[in-house]
């Protein structure tokens, strides 16, 4: 079920300076001409196959969108996101509290079904700063006008997307698939790539999704992506809350794969306060 502010215009007011476009959001925008190989199914997600699109769950109740979009703490992330729009073309707000996450997961849950919210066992802790909070703790994203962001989740994991406002393509390439020697080399392929040769990254299993003003053409605003992919997201005046999940021993091995690569190619995620570094160790990962 959809609610009324699904699909609608962002409010806030933008930054009157806009940049150009990049590149990549222009053969973003122009990739696919629908939606290409992502299904309706959670389970092939969990499984490393293909991203799953989905509608809001169908027990939700017409107020559920708006409580969550309400939330104080989440008003108050937009209102900060908005400030911090005038020196970045992304940003993102963490609620990786023990109290902040509780209070946004709440409300998540009560929109999309129990199989978005599944996940590994990490230590119980009566610290509410502890790393093991922001593992599954959600993120609220916003961009400018034109922007566009390459990379990997940030714990490595399988990871929901709501899309509350604004527009986004979004395509997914399989790791493994991308050429060169270290994370950092596969990361960098994008934005020297010709609209073929992204496209051709997409027909070998990957996949690409579009939303306009919140919704995809048939009415979707939640995409599902599996451990093991890359994503190329573009994004104008966009919205959106992730948050991560877990699946079985074959997803828990992508995210090792993953993070370990991310880890080599990027020393700077070791920093204590990321909460990556203790949650790889806690992985057996090497440091």
């Known amino acids: 079920m959809d609610s009324s502010k699904l699909g609608r215009q962002v409010e806030e007011t933008q930054p009157e300076v806009e940049e150009p476009k990049p590149p990549l959001c222009s053969i973003m925008e122009e ?18 196959v293909r991203a799953a699109l989905l509608g809001l769950g169908s027990g939700t109740d017409a107020g559920a969108f708006d409580r969550l979009v309400d939330l104080p703490l989440v008003k108050r992330a937009k209102a900060n996101i908005l400030k911090q729009l005038r020196n970045s073309d ?12 509780r209070k946004v997961l709440q409300k998540l849950q009560s929109l999309a079904s129990p199989e978005l919210f599944t996940r590994m066992l990490l230590p119980r802790t009566n610290d509410h700063n502890h790393w093991s909070f922001k593992v599954y703790g959600p993120q609220l994203w916003g961009s400018k006008t034109s922007a566009v962001s ?7 994991l399988m990871e929901a997307y709501l899309i509350l406002e604004g527009d986004a393509h979004m395509a997914g390439i399989q790791t493994d698939k991308i050429p060169g020697e270290t994370f950092k080399d596969r990361r960098n392929i994008p934005y020297r790539s010709t609209i073929d040769n992204i496209r051709g990254f997409e027909q070998d299993r990957g996949f690409y999704v579009a939303f ?5 053409a048939d009415g979707k605003s939640i995409v599902v992506v599996p451990s093991g992919f890359m994503t190329i997201t ?20 992508r995210v090792k794969w993953t993070l370990q690569g991310m880890m080599d190619s990027y020393p700077e995620l070791k920093t204590d306060k990321l909460g990556i570094a203790a949650f790889a160790t806690y992985l057996e990962l090497r440091l």
């Open 31 to 48: 990739l696919f001409s629908e939606n290409f190989n992502v299904g309706a199914s959670i389970f092939e997600t969990k499984g490393g």
């Open 90 to 101: 992304t940003c993102v707000v963490n609620f990786e509290t023990k109290d902040s996450a």
């Open 150 to 156: 390459v990379g990997w989740s940030r714990m490595g």
């Open 212 to 216: 306009k003003d919140g919704k995809t």
């Open 234 to 253: 573009s994004m104008s005046n966009c919205r959106f809350i992730k948050w991560a999940l877990s699946s079985d021993d074959n997803d828990l091995a």
